[in-house]
């Protein structure tokens, strides 16, 4: 904490918004200290908010959590000149994604990049279903599947793969974040739990189907592409026994109870609304 005050910043910007980010903005002494008024936590009785500039919980007139982040700039009198992220790979990536998109013979804009994992288990569909719904994808629309994820997600992987007679290409683990970018960017959309590779998808400009449990997806929905997310009917009866902590989107597992049907009809509706060539266009 010293070696942070030794530094003299002009200017902290307290976007976790905590009461340890909030401990720490009042240690730093930078004359211009901004943080969220009021805060996403109520602060308690001995705590006070540090920041000197107040910026609103969600900034520019928008309700999605990208825009509490953004918040801190509408304080500040920065103009927004992108609503939007966009992420694009770089060239080399692109051209490491299509030289093993082309191992498999596999085209752009020829298969669905699936991804199955998530932070917790509650907000992993299961693996059965995405294997279920895999099958008829790939029956109505001809597109390969392609599967992503990271290391720690291949048993997942497995029994997808285990689970359908469908052939498969099994990626998880396999790809660093820079190439996975790469390879959404070329996929003709993207399925998957609510997760930083849907964002990833969305951010290249992909079409997204997200799907959701108790998560609002009003305010964590993907951003910057055609999407459509899912959730099942609410209220939710529980079905993750003590996995789930009910109040808590983050630890809840509202998403098991999602069928196979409503993703299959998202995934054909947003393949007919967005056609090859219109997504080369824009």
């Not at 030794?6 to 976007?15: H, T, V, W």
């Not at 309700?63 to 770089?90: C, K, M, N, T, W």
């Not at 599947?145 to 720690?152: A, F, K, M, R, Y």
Request: glycine residues 8%; contains cysteine.
């Amino acid at each position: 904490m010293l070696k942070l005050r030794r530094y003299r910043f002009d200017m902290i910007i307290d976007i976790s918004d905590s009461k340890t980010s909030r401990f720490i903005s009042g240690l730093v002494s930078a004359p211009i200290r901004v943080g969220y008024h009021p805060p996403e936590r109520p602060l308690r009785w001995f705590e006070r908010q540090r920041a000197n500039v107040k910026a609103k919980p969600f900034g520019y007139g928008e309700q999605h959590f990208l825009y509490r982040y953004l918040s801190p700039l509408e304080a500040l009198g920065v103009d927004l000149r992108v609503r939007v992220p966009a992420i694009q790979p770089l060239p080399l990536e692109t051209t490491r994604a299509l030289a093993l998109l082309d191992t498999f013979h596999l085209r752009p804009n020829a298969y669905v990049a699936v991804h199955a994992g998530a932070s917790f288990p509650g907000r992993r569909w299961q693996p059965e279903r995405f294997a279920a719904a895999i099958e008829r994808i790939a029956d109505d629309s001809g597109l390969a599947i392609v599967l992503v994820g990271g290391p720690d997600e291949k048993d997942t992987a497995e029994q997808i793969v285990g689970g359908t007679k469908t052939p498969i290409v099994n990626l998880v683990g396999a790809l660093s974040l820079e190439t996975l970018q790469a390879l959404l960017k070329e996929a003709r959309l993207f399925l998957g739990n609510e997760s930083g590779p849907m964002h990833m998808a969305a951010a290249a400009g992909t079409p997204v189907v997200g799907l959701f449990g108790l998560t609002n997806p009003v305010r964590w929905g993907p951003v910057g592409a055609p999407s459509i997310s899912l959730q099942p009917p609410m209220p939710c009866d529980c079905v993750g026994g003590d996995l789930c902590r009910r109040k808590d989107p983050s630890r809840s597992c509202c998403v098991w109870r999602l069928e196979v049907d409503p993703v299959v009809q998202a995934v054909g509706e947003l393949l007919s609304r967005t056609p090859v060539a219109v997504r080369q266009a824009s």
